[in-house]
């Protein structure tokens, strides 16, 4: 009996020994190959397009492990800062506060918050021919004063009351929809709901909902069509009173598109940033640089916007 | 001859009572060994305690800055929570975070208590047998698989009961709904409920089985039915213990996090409704870990709401061990 539980308690001390020397990060200077282990936490935003970039960037170099997880972007930020994860995603503007405390950040892509409705919607006809303003959208989020679907639309007839949604979580998508409405995270009305995929979720299971969603989470990945039972609500950017064909984003190219030429507003429209405690090395250095050279080709696919490239040059400018 | 047999003791007779000198020193080993193990458990008992009294320190160091910008009563009092404006109110938290403990508990405690005198008095063994591992495995659970279960299974009910009840109690406030969606406080209450429920069965269980079976014996053999025996023999001596394994379950429901963050809406609004939406205390401290270093106080803020729910917690533990010691006139609880 006590023999057992010694020989036990030495293969788990053993075993703990091995699976710690398994970590550890380093850039093989003579062969000049790359090994060791990224960890990644943050924003729900940039999670499809870096597990893209892991997988290929591992392709590339097999001894590299990485370890994404998703956590919001103000995860990433405290992840990052604490020394928790290597490199942190931050779906939104980088805060003197955050820089002054160590944070270095590169700005890696670009995509977009979109205002999402049920495909339910008891006034989708007039929303999809109309549009939301801003000062509309303003008045649902942040002062309260549309509260009915009719309002919204200019039909007092229907009586339909908005069910508001926000993000529950710090996180750049609710982040940079406030500052697209002219206030912060804490100002935006709504029921609270746990991450991108808790608030689509939420707003397909509610005909008289409202929701915004990352791009990438939106649109169905295969089809690039919006997600079955939601469906991107149009600005009416122009303020024209009509949902013109270039606001209406049914498909994800189109709002790819849209975003890359400018015509869908920027905030919501935002870049992505990767950000590190202090500028990076070794490694890591070598994947964010790898990210903003190579790593560009699989921008498009995910469904992602390129940045400029003025603007790529300058990330890598302030990586040397 | 002598030195010989001197010899042949010396080395079979370590345990003769003839040579005192080892046997002593045995002794003496033994007094250093039962001292050591004093200590050890002693350590033991008091490290925890250190810790708590640690984390206390902790909390009110990084909540210092705050509370010389804002006083504490406004901190606990207010009711608007706009960290970028400088406003810290954390009573809509408090409020949330009490309200849906107090659903969870209407709503666990009192089948609870009746599954745990079935198991322990009326279950034959190999019901017992089957049940307990199974109440067992539903502790051990993690709580984001009950979040995606209230999600999946009970917002949506709640959601269809929440207009009907209103319809129906109304003219109770507390029934009243305004609230279209599921996301609500009865949503977290439910969910708490299932979560704590292990909990407090298996409290229960252990301490009507620990009363000794002559009260039970007895009082069948006067003729007083099974009921009547549990009401009047086994209840009363188990008193102090079930109460000992509600607080548990209420501590534990005051604390948990992501399960109810999941379900609740999280609206920092005092709610006046089982189907309002709350804000409970370990939500916002897990919502907004996030923004920690963005905001100047922020952390400062966040750790107060970590310490403000500490207090509940302990408030809350100290008042009920006060109250038991109350009903049961002892100080052991």
Not at chain 2, 77 to 82: I, V
């Given at each position: 009996m006590n023999k057992r539980v010694w020989q036990a308690t030495v293969a788990i001390l053993i075993l703990a020994v091995v699976l710690t020397g398994c970590g550890g990060k380093s850039?093989?200077?003579?062969?000049?190959e790359l090994s060791g282990t990224i960890t990644i936490s943050g924003a729900w935003a940039l999670y499809p397009m870096m597990t893209r970039w892991a997988e290929e960037f591992k392709k590339l170099n097999p001894k590299v492990e990485f370890d994404v997880s998703a956590g919001g972007a103000g995860k990433g930020m405290t992840d990052a800062l604490s020394d928790i994860v290597d490199i942190g995603m931050v779906s939104r503007d980088i805060t003197p506060e955050e820089e002054g405390k160590g944070a270095f950040w590169v700005a890696v892509t670009k995509d977009a918050v979109l205002p999402v409705i049920n495909a339910?919607?008891?006034?989708l006809q007039d929303l999809l021919s109309k549009g939301l303003t801003r000062q509309a959208l303003i008045d649902i989020y942040?002062?309260?004063?549309?509260?009915t679907w009719g309002e919204a639309v200019g039909r007092p007839e229907v009586t339909t009351p908005i069910n508001v949604y926000t993000r529950s979580d710090a996180a750049g998508a609710p982040e940079t929809w406030a500052k697209y409405l002219g206030k912060k995270q804490e100002d935006l009305l709504g029921l609270g709901v746990f991450g991108d995929p808790g608030l689509l979720d939420a707003v397909i299971k509610d005909p008289n909902g409202i929701g915004f969603n990352n791009l990438g989470y939106a649109?169905?990945?295969?089809?690039?069509?919006?997600?079955?039972g939601a469906v991107v609500l149009p600005i009416d950017v122009n303020e024209d009173g009509k949902a013109d064909a270039d606001e209406v984003l049914e498909t994800k190219a189109e709002t790819v598109q849209a975003v890359a030429t400018g015509k869908y507003p920027s905030p919501p429209a935002r870049a992505e940033n990767l950000v590190t405690n202090g500028p990076p090395t070794g490694l890591i250095k070598a994947f964010i640089e790898w990210i903003l050279n190579d790593?560009?080709?699989?921008v498009d696919e995910a469904g992602f916007v390129q940045l400029t490239k003025e603007q790529l040059d300058a990330s890598m400018q302030k990586l040397k | 001859m002598s030195s010989e047999r001197r010899g042949f003791r010396f080395w079979l007779g370590r345990n003769d009572v003839v040579h005192n000198h080892p046997s002593q020193n045995r002794n003496n080993l033994r007094k250093i060994k039962e001292r050591i193990a004093g200590r050890g458990f002693f350590l033991a008992t008091w490290f925890p305690l250190a810790v708590l009294l640690a984390i206390v320190i902790a909390l009110l160091v990084r909540t210092w800055p705050l509370l010389g910008v804002v006083s504490p009563w406004e901190i606990l009092?207010?009711?608007?929570?706009?960290p970028l404006q400088g406003l810290f109110g954390m009573f809509p938290f408090i409020a949330g975070t009490l309200w849906v403990t107090l659903v969870a508990m209407v709503l666990a405690v009192p089948p609870c208590l009746l599954s745990a005198i079935y198991l322990a008095e009326y279950a034959r063994p190999r019901v017992r047998e089957a049940a307990k591992p199974l109440l067992d495995l539903l502790a051990a659970i993690p709580s984001v698989v009950y979040g995606v279960w209230g999600l999946v299974a009970i917002v949506p009910l709640v959601q269809w009961l929440s207009p009907r009840v209103s319809g129906a109690f109304g003219f109770l406030p507390f029934l009243r709904s305004s609230n279209p969606t599921g996301f609500s406080i009865l949503a977290g209450g439910i969910v708490l409920a299932v979560m704590v429920a292990p909990f407090i069965i298996a409290v229960t269980y252990e301490v009507l089985r620990s009363v000794p079976a002559g009260g039970r014996e007895a009082s069948l053999a006067i003729g007083a039915t099974r009921w009547q025996t549990i009401k009047y023999a086994v209840l009363p001596q188990s008193r102090a213990g079930i109460s000992a394994g509600i607080v548990f379950g209420v501590s534990r429901a005051l604390g948990e996090t992501m399960a109810v963050l999941m379900v609740v809406g999280n609206v920092s609004k005092v709610p006046s409704s089982i189907f309002d939406p709350a804000y409970p205390l370990p939500a916002l401290i897990a919502n907004n870990y996030g923004e920690m270093m963005s905001i100047p106080l922020y952390d400062s803020a966040l750790l107060g709401a970590a310490l403000v729910l500490l207090l509940v917690v302990l408030f809350f533990n100290i008042i009920s061990a006060l109250a038991l010691r109350r009903i049961t006139g002892r100080t052991q609880v």
């Open positions: 850039a093989d200077q003579q062969s000049g339910q919607n008891p006034v942040i002062t309260g004063q549309i509260k649109f169905d990945n295969q089809t690039g069509n919006p997600v079955a790593g560009q080709k699989f | 009092s207010g009711q608007t929570w706009k």
